[in-house]
């Protein structure tokens, strides 16, 4: 595995480099275009973590990975959680406002207007007059420049992000109570470890005050004995405060309070053997898809198009009035002999204000151009943070690897000199030593385990482009 880390920059460079180069395309078919160049780099495709045995069935394919865990605390949690958050909530009805939204724009294609209904009694001179009408008034705008056109495109790249933001949010949330309830149940399993130490400690403390009170052992050996115990008892509290901070933060996630999440402890999720193996079924399209890189490339498409209604707000407007209805100048009483029609055809174009249209039209531009800048900044963020994610899941298997060793040794020396104490070959303070070094082993093994799981959430969330939708 040493060796996919030996050229980072170069494989770095290379990926970066495809996936800039397909961003240079406005066309739909971007994602096509991008996944054509990233498929010429080998670094995701062969990363030994992101490696398919289909042969065996160990890669189900499925977008809820977290089911591998089995789980169904868990399972429901994260149901919970995507129908119940608010941010996803209100996500879904900013992303039907911009539905609404290009609904409007492209209504802008047809005629505009309504009925119109007036009726006018005036005195002049002693002289009164009447006049009345009703009809159909219309006004159609000719999108000979393409002005309508690019407000219709932006109002579609502001639905793609609304709807990017709503599958980001998406994977926040599915990741972060999964997050959290992975380091919830690895801090039960810590304290039922303390809790199991102390318990032994106890036993040691009265099996040493009897010695003491005999005259057979020092009041050296009780009192480190003492000091162990309450190193361990201190360590409680801790333990309790952050259980009920993440049990909080689940809270938060499912709009709930933390007394009403009611967790138990599930020790089967720290089996021996934690597998690194990654359930992607195709890891550049995970990683293309991220809605980190969709959200910036449909605003950039969103500046884009409005640069283009700027630049088209240069050129005139021409457009196409009418009337057809009843007029009856005489007296109120309308007849379909009184019936009229117009076509007005017009033309404006603010030559006068062209100075401050063409300021408007360059500032628009240049927000494309910072657009641009940002979904370059997004894909090279993404890139950084795959890479990261796969090189933390692999270091913690191998520090996985070593806690699980150190303990072995460790409680074999534990019973070594529990064996040698009993001889009289060793003093008890050996054996204190012994037991302190198999206690920290134990928990060195268990934060090991938990930061293995921890990586491969993170691992997920970083290739999540499929999986979230």
């Not at 394919?61 to 608010?86: D, G, H, I, R, T």
């Not at 030593?433 to 934060?447: C, I, P, T, Y």
């Amino acid at each position: 595995m040493n060796n996919l880390y030996t050229k980072p920059k170069a494989v770095f460079a290379a990926v970066a480099t495809s996936l800039l180069l397909a961003a240079c395309s406005s066309t739909a078919d971007y994602q096509q275009q991008m996944a054509t160049e990233t498929a010429k780099h080998s670094y995701f495709s062969s990363h030994p973590l992101l490696q398919q045995n289909k042969a065996t069935g160990e890669i189900s394919q499925n977008k809820q990975w977290w089911f591998n865990y089995q789980s169904e605390q868990l399972n429901a949690l994260v149901v919970k959680a995507q129908q119940n958050n608010l941010n996803l909530q209100s996500a879904a009805k900013r992303y039907l406002a911009a539905q609404q939204r290009l609904g409007a724009s492209e209504a802008q294609y047809l005629p505009q207007g309504g009925l119109n209904a007036e009726a006018t009694r005036a005195s002049v001179a002693n002289q009164i007059s009447e006049e009345a009408s009703f009809g159909i008034g219309l006004s159609w705008q000719l999108d000979l420049f393409g002005r309508i056109s690019a407000l219709v495109d932006a109002a579609h790249a502001a639905k793609a992000s609304a709807y990017e933001t709503q599958v980001a949010i998406n994977t926040q949330v599915t990741s972060g109570v999964i997050r959290s309830f992975i380091e919830w149940q690895g801090l039960s399993l810590k304290q039922q470890i303390v809790q199991a130490q102390i318990k032994a400690l106890e036993e040691s403390v009265e099996v040493l005050q009897a010695r003491v009170d005999e005259g057979f052992a020092s009041n050296l050996d009780l009192d480190r004995t003492y000091a162990q115990l309450n190193q361990q008892l201190a360590i409680l509290p801790q333990l309790d405060n952050q259980r009920f901070n993440l049990q909080a933060s689940i809270a938060v996630l499912l709009a709930s309070t933390p007394e009403q999440i009611k967790l138990t402890f599930e020790p089967e999720l720290f089996a021996d053997g934690l597998s690194t193996q990654l359930d992607i079924a195709d890891s550049k399209q995970a990683l293309l898809l991220r809605p980190e890189i969709g959200q910036a490339y449909y605003q950039l498409m969103q500046q884009t198009a409005l640069s283009d209604s700027a630049k088209a707000a240069l050129w005139p407007d021409i457009s196409i009035g009418g009337f057809a209805g009843l007029l009856n100048p005489t007296n109120v009483s309308l007849s379909t002999r009184d019936d009229a029609w117009s076509v007005t055809p017009s033309i404006s174009w603010s030559i006068l204000s062209w100075p401050a249209l063409k300021q408007q039209a360059d500032a628009q531009q240049t927000l494309a151009k910072a657009a641009y800048d940002n979904y370059q900044q997004s894909i090279v963020e993404v890139i950084a943070e795959s890479q990261v994610a796969l090189n933390s899941l692999a270091q913690s298997q191998k520090h996985t690897e070593y806690a699980d060793a150190r303990l072995g040794f460790a409680d074999n020396a534990l019973n070594q000199a529990q064996a040698m104490y009993e001889e009289g070959q060793v003093p008890y303070l050996d054996l204190l030593s012994a037991r302190q070094d198999a206690l920290l082993a134990k928990q060195s093994a268990v934060d090991a385990k938990i930061n293995l799981m921890l990586a491969k959430v993170t691992t997920y969330k970083a290739f999540s482009g499929m999986w979230s939708r």
